[in-house]
């Protein structure tokens, strides 16, 4: 059985890189953590690491994930990766496009695919944008809410968007 070391240490210091390709740096954010005891008392941990901006050339198993002790350099496993570029998928719920939403407030809602940080924004043409604020979503979950107040009224759009990909719904009525 092969030992690795907890993801504290980890999070120092790890080297993901393409053969032959120069390494790709990445911190503590892109690292998401899941630990929990079973019914037995049998620890289990699950790392999901998200790799932002990093251009695919291409398809296949040409990139290799090491994963180094900061501690003990000699302490370290390297494992093929298998890369496909994703198609990430953001899908508002709710409001649909020319839907009326109050101007005090409202939480639009959906789902994605993707375990990147959302953001949203809510645009009306001659106002200033209105940022949302995230109620739930990923990593934590793949059902994300927003919260809006104090919108400006007229005729926007809704934009829910990550690093990797965006949905907008347009013609919302703000009154």
Not at 68 to 79: Q, R
Not at 83 to 92: C, E
Not at 115 to 136: F, K
Request: with cysteine; charged share 15%; glycine share 8%.
């Amino acid at each position: 059985m092969e030992r690795f070391p907890p993801a504290s240490a980890c999070a120092r210091s790890r080297s993901p890189s393409r053969r032959g390709g120069a390494d790709v740096p990445i911190d503590d954010t892109n690292i998401y953590r899941q630990c929990w005891k079973d019914k037995d008392d049998i620890e289990h941990l699950i790392w999901t690491i998200v790799f932002e901006g990093v251009k695919i050339v291409g398809q296949g198993k040409d990139y290799k994930l090491t994963v180094a002790n900061a501690e003990d350099s000699g302490d370290k496993a390297e494992v093929p990766l298998d890369v496909v570029a994703p198609d990430r998928v953001i899908m508002i719920q709710s409001p649909q496009s020319g839907a009326t939403i109050s101007s005090s407030g409202f939480a639009p809602h959906g789902t994605t695919d993707t375990l990147l940080p959302l953001s949203a924004v809510v645009t009306v043409p001659g106002a200033s944008s209105v940022n949302g604020t995230l109620v739930q979503g990923p990593p934590n979950t793949m059902n994300w809410v927003f919260q809006f107040s104090q919108l400006p009224t007229g005729t926007g759009s809704l934009t829910v968007y990550s690093s990797s990909s965006s949905q907008t719904v347009t013609g919302l009525t703000i009154s």
